[in-house]
């Protein structure tokens, strides 16, 4: 085993690699690996192949391959004056080219030019036919100018010519009943949660002309209800039951708030629009801003 291949080998059980690994990692087949390894370069398909298997081997290893062709330089074979193989090479060079398609090549330009030139002719032909044409429907065949014979209209009295003249300027026109615009439907409501600051959660109230807050206890709760001021509307403990709600109407007001003792037993409707809010069992307060058109 040469030194190289020692070096490259011990990198490659370093990282844990089989030589199968190594083969599926570098698409290298895993005889030209172990000849590597081994030093034996005869086997390789050609000189031309050496250099580009240790190469490859070494970046699969994370080794520095510029420094391993410097340190064993005097191993690695350093003439390799073989060309590449013929098969490798997809490209045509000019002498490939069959005589037949040198010729269709010189005189391929030439046919173009001479179709674009017919080409010319023909749309010059062309335009100059149209305008014969034009010109000819202007005279008659002796060179005079064609004489129309007058209309019927125009042999009429003088006076029924301008009468019918007249009502064509001034048409009668019939009543056009003009269906009216429908009226604009109201907006609908809207009521959407826009803040939430610790214990209390805010509402805006838009597109509403009035702002009533109702307050049912679905259980047993103690409400607060307060005024845009702080003022407080109604307090004390709700009892149980629609009938036993607490309505109040802010529509004077710009807010409104409702402080729940018992969120989880508390309803509260604005404009008989429930209010959703995840309740917690401990006290919430929530505000709700009447937001009018005109602000």
């Known amino acids: 085993m040469s030194e190289l291949g020692n070096r490259l080998r011990e990198a490659r059980e370093a990282k844990g690699l089989s030589l199968d690994e190594l083969q599926a990692l570098t698409k290298i087949q895993k ?9 034996n370069y005869e086997m390789m398909p050609g000189k031309f ?8 081997y070494a970046e699969a ?3 520095n391959q510029n420094e ?12 390799y004056t073989e060309e590449i193989p013929k098969e490798l090479s997809r490209v045509r060079t000019r002498k490939e080219i069959s005589p037949q398609t040198s010729k269709v090549f010189d005189v391929l330009p030439k046919i173009l030019i001479a179709l674009f030139i017919l080409g010319a002719v023909v749309l010059v032909w062309y335009f100059v036919q149209q305008n014969a044409s034009e010109d000819s429907q202007g005279t008659a065949p002796g060179g005079n100018e064609v004489s129309y014979q007058e209309s019927e209209e125009l042999q009429n009295d003088p006076e029924e010519i301008e009468e019918n003249t007249a009502e064509e300027e001034n048409p009668e026109q019939d009543p056009i009943d003009e269906e009216p ?5 109201p907006a609908e409501q809207e009521l959407e949660q826009v803040e939430v600051n610790g214990r209390n959660t805010i509402f805006e109230l838009r597109n509403a002309d009035s702002f009533e807050v109702r307050v049912v206890s679905t259980g047993k709760t103690w409400v607060n209800i307060l005024n845009g001021n702080s003022e407080s509307f109604w307090q004390g403990e709700l ?7 607490m309505t109040a109407d802010f529509s004077d007001q710009s807010e409104a708030t409702i402080i729940a003792g018992y969120p989880p ?7 008989d629009q429930k209010l959703e809010f995840t309740a917690s069992p401990s006290r919430q307060d929530f505000t709700i801003r009447y937001v009018q058109e005109n602000e």
Do not use: C, H, M
Not at 68 to 79: C, D, S, V
Not at 181 to 185: A, G, L, R, V
Not at 239 to 245: A, W
Not at 265 to 271: K, L, P
């Open 265 to 271: 037993d508390t309803e509260i409707y604005v404009n």
């Open 181 to 185: 615009e429908p009226e604009p439907e």
């Open 68 to 79: 391993l062709f410097e340190q064993y330089k005097n191993e690695i074979p350093t003439t």
């Open 31 to 39: 005889r030209y690996l172990l000849g590597i390894e081994e030093g």
């Open 49 to 56: 192949y050496v250099r580009a298997f240790i190469k490859q």
């Open 61 to 63: 290893v994370n080794l």
């Open 239 to 245: 009892p149980q039951g629609e009938t036993d709600s």
